[in-house]
């Protein structure tokens, strides 16, 4: 599994994903301020800003979603492991619950990718003030759910690969 984490397009996702949530969040922190000095100091407002920051929210979002199925590092509240010791019962355990998850992120995959992204494509529209095109704000959750699906499978197969040896009493180490 080493050798998928070390691969190119692996590096390059997790470089893309970086960068748009660094972006995304310095973006949308940038101009909620400006849109609160504008609306409370000079009692104005931004044409359209509300169609921008739901633009960037999306993204931060969806990808944000997508970099924690990635590191594996979704809130979880499973307390099986601090009753259980014996290693084979928490791989199976493990084994169970990434393949459920795995199973849920690909219905999800489907409907964002397969229905709903086409839906849009075919019922191309824009926002209403800055006529921003709607695509690039719903390809988000499309590109977000797939990426979940993706990186569910690749923990859901590594839990598959992993060994008992490889769980300690209370702590998971795949």
């Known amino acids: 599994m080493n050798k998928i ?20 969040s310095v973006i949308l922190t940038v101009m909620i301020g400006i849109c609160v000095f504008v609306r409370y100091i000079l009692h104005s407002d931004i044409y359209g800003s509300d169609e921008i920051i739901t633009l960037f929210a999306l993204w931060l ?7 924690g199925s990635l590191e594996d590092s979704h809130i979880t509240a499973d307390m099986l492991d601090l009753f259980v010791t014996n290693p084979k019962i928490l791989r199976m355990k493990n ?5 459920f998850t795995t199973v849920t992120a690909g219905i ?8 709903y992204l086409v839906f849009n494509i075919q019922n191309f529209g824009y926002t209403t003030a800055l006529k921003i095109p709607t695509l690039l704000t719903t390809s988000a959750i499309s590109i977000g759910l797939f990426l979940c699906f993706l990186y ?10 992993s060994r008992p040896e490889d769980y300690q009493h209370g702590e998971e180490l795949v």
């Open 108 to 115: 999800l995959a489907y409907w964002g990718v397969g229905k």
């Open 61 to 67: 979002y969806w990808i944000g979603a997508a970099y």
């Open 152 to 161: 569910s499978l690749f923990h859901f197969i590594a839990a598959i690969l």
């Open 95 to 99: 084994i169970f619950v990434k393949g």
């Open 5 to 24: 984490k070390d691969s190119f397009l692996w590096r390059a996702l997790d470089k893309t994903m970086s960068f748009i949530l660094v972006a995304s």
